[in-house]
T-cell receptor, first 115, second 112 residues
Framework: SAVISQKPSRDICQRGTSLTIQCQVD?????MFWYRQQPGQSLTLIAT?????????ESGFVIDKFPISRPNLTFSTLTVSNMSPEDSSIYLCSVRQGAGAQGYTFGSGTRLTVV | GENVEQHPSTLSVQEGDSAVIKCTYSDSASNYFPWYKQELGKRPQLIIDIRSNVGEKKDQRIAVTLNKTAKHFSLHITETQPEDSAVYFC???????????FGKGTRLHILP
């Protein structure tokens, strides 16, 4: 199965600043997904990162707030822009697990605290 | 879009007893239903999944059943053990895209 390296694992940021989260996969994957998990809550899909095209955002999430890059089939970044305390959350990337497999694997997550 | 409902939100069972978590989905085009286990401070881990052309799947103490007509699926854990304590999420994927939509989760407590 695919192995995902996500960083940073955690950060404490000042409001109004931006943080870029990186996900590196050890194999080529067509799609990468970015999720947010607020404390004690479920996983909410932010966007799907497509290689070679703009990301597809879910309702309630916009590119200006969460710009995503996908420069190749093994790497993606999510930026949380102009942060406020409400952005404090865990952010996770996910990829489909292996060629042809239906399962999805998650990165270890980035715990973001905005103060 | 797809909507996944999950219940109960919290479940406590005696060690050795069985636990059942139920989910319903809204989009009849959904064709894949994974279950994830998330321990405190860790990433979600896939524990079992089922495709829409199968009614039941079992892996040791864990089983999942799917009723396509009723659009609901369930996770069954038998002979529960302390290490089964965690949050469990059901999810659904539609055939026309690759995204997974999650239920709100069930916090399972295994009581000694």
């Amino acid at each position: 199965s695919a192995v995902i390296s996500q960083k940073p694992s955690r950060d404490i940021c000042q409001r109004g600043t931006s943080l870029t989260i990186q996900c590196q996969v050890d194999s080529q994957v067509t799609m990468m997904f970015w999720y947010r998990q607020q404390p004690g809550q479920s996983l909410t899909l932010i966007a799907t990162a497509n290689q070679g095209s703009e990301a597809t955002y879910e309702s309630g999430f916009v590119i200006d707030k969460f710009p995503i890059s996908r420069p190749n089939l093994t790497f993606s970044t999510l930026t949380v822009s102009n942060m406020s305390p409400e952005d404090s959350s865990i952010y996770l990337c996910s990829v489909r697990q292996g060629a042809g497999a239906q399962g999805y694997t998650f990165g270890s997550g980035t715990r973001l605290t905005v103060v | 879009g797809e909507n996944v409902e999950q219940h109960p939100s919290t479940l406590s069972v005696q060690e050795g007893d069985s636990a059942v978590i139920k989910c319903t989905y809204s989009d009849s085009a959904s064709n894949y239903f994974p279950w994830y286990k998330q321990e405190l401070g860790k990433r979600p881990q896939l524990i079992i999944d089922i495709r829409s052309n199968v009614g039941e799947k079992k892996d040791q103490r864990i089983a999942v059943t799917l009723n396509k007509t009723a659009k609901h699926f369930s996770l069954h854990i038998t002979e529960t053990q302390p290490e089964d304590s965690a949050v469990y999420f059901c999810a659904a994927k539609m055939n026309r895209d690759d995204k997974i939509i999650f239920g709100k989760g069930t916090r399972l407590h295994i009581l000694p």
